[in-house]
């Protein structure tokens, strides 16, 4: 008796799962009152040479985590929107948001977040430039530059040093404009 309890709770879990992974994101984002966005993968400026592609995807998945975490946003999984925006990133980052829509469009999203960091200093430092980009209109709904200092002792200036000490307190910076502000 007790199995098939659970075999049904499990089944009615699974299909409420395919039903939401099928609801095209206009029709989710109506249902469930949340903003649809797609975060890219960020692009180093040009005086950021110290910045691991594997540094870069984190900020992008920590960016994409902590706007989840608001309840007020659903973020597309960041390996469809690397996928989608990968080959290229640097127009989906750079002054045209033609490339951003276009990427939008493919992931059927209401917005995406673009940008670059501009500052990456393993000493303590980092400037991201952001961007949220409407794909309905191609218009730039929001556009910050964020740094941060880092007033924590720096003894590696790893990218887990990084991250804790100076990318996190920028992360949850953006998110809060983001979503106090925007979303």
Known sequence: MMNNLIAVVFLGVTLTGVALAQTPPEELAKRTG????????????????????????????????????????HVVDVRHTREASQA????????????????????RVSYVLTGTVDEYDSKGSATLKTRLVEVATGKVKHADKLSHQSTAVM?????????????????????????????
């Open 34 to 73: 949340k903003a649809q966005v797609a975060v890219v993968e960020f692009t180093p400026g040009p005086n950021v040479a110290v910045m691991s592609p594997e540094a870069r995807r984190q900020l992008q998945a920590s960016i994409a985590f902590r706007l989840m975490k608001t309840n007020r946003i």
């Open 88 to 107: 290229d990133l640097t127009a989906v980052n750079g002054a045209s948001t033609a490339a951003a829509v276009r990427v939008g469009k493919q992931l």
């Open 155 to 183: 003894y590696s200036g790893s990218d887990a040093e990084m991250k804790a000490k100076v990318l996190l307190p920028l992360i949850l910076k953006l998110t809060a404009a983001l979503t106090a502000e925007v979303l």
